[in-house]
Structure formats: structure tokens, C-alpha cells
């Protein structure tokens, strides 16, 4: 059984950056694909950044490309979101998931196999 905590959500200004970490139990942690989601009010929970244990491969949705860092830290069981350069329509609630297979493709909700509470990100202009 796997918990995931995120962590590092608030009120930031456009423009400006913020650390997201999620916490994960389990002996079997560097061994998932771990995926960062977001939900805006009203839309559709999306995937934004993906990191896997081979490589490690890294993806990225087209909207944070060359914003968001997605890395991972096995040894201390905790992914991080780095996000600069925010802007106010990646306000939303992050989600922390992992899948205990290597995704091959853009992650949906259907693959996760294990998801944190989510953490609340605000971005005012």
C-alpha cells in the first residue's frame, strides 16, 4: 500500500516560481512512474509532467514545457515539481500519482494506480 503527501501549494504572483514535493511510503517507490496532475475549477484533470525510473525519461505536457521541472528523489522517497515562470491559468490543484508500470504515453487518470490529496496552487496576475 502507497501514501503520496503533497506539499508546497499557495499564492504566488505571475511570473514567479514554486516547489511542489510529494511524499510517497513504500518500499517499491523507485520503481513507479510518477506523475504530477492538475485540475482547474470546472476542467478536466490533466497530466503536466511525468518521470520514470528508465533514464530517467522525463515528458512533459505542451502548456508547462520549458516551465516546470519534474524530478525525483529516491533515497529521501520524494518527487518534486519545479514551476517557473507561473502563470494565472496554471492555477489549480496539483495531484501527485504514481503507476506502478512504466507509461509508454501521455498518462491518464486510468493508469495511476495511487493518488495524493492534491495541493491548491494560485496564481495571481
Known amino acids: 500500500q502507497v501514501q503520496l503527501v503533497e506539499s508546497g501549494g499557495g499564492l504566488v504572483q505571475a511570473g514567479g516560481s514554486l516547489r511542489l514535493s510529494c511524499a510517497a511510503s513504500?518500499?517499491?517507490?523507485?520503481?513507479?512512474?510518477m506523475v504530477w496532475f492538475r485540475q482547474a475549477p470546472g476542467k478536466e484533470r490533466e497530466s503536466v509532467a511525468t518521470i520514470n525510473w528508465s533514464g530517467p525519461t522525463r515528458a512533459y505536457a505542451d502548456s508547462v514545457k520549458g516551465r516546470f521541472t519534474i524530478s525525483r528523489d529516491n533515497a529521501k522517497n520524494t518527487v518534486f515539481l519545479q514551476m517557473n515562470s507561473l502563470k494565472p491559468e496554471d492555477t489549480a490543484v496539483y495531484y501527485c500519482?504514481?503507476?506502478?508500470?512504466?507509461?509508454?504515453?501521455?498518462?491518464?487518470?486510468?493508469?495511476?494506480?495511487?493518488w495524493g490529496k492534491g495541493t491548491l496552487v494560485t496564481v495571481s496576475s
Open positions: 500519482a504514481a503507476s506502478t508500470t512504466y507509461l509508454r504515453t501521455t498518462p491518464t487518470i486510468g493508469m495511476m494506480d495511487y
Open positions: 513504500g518500499r517499491t517507490f523507485n520503481t513507479f512512474t
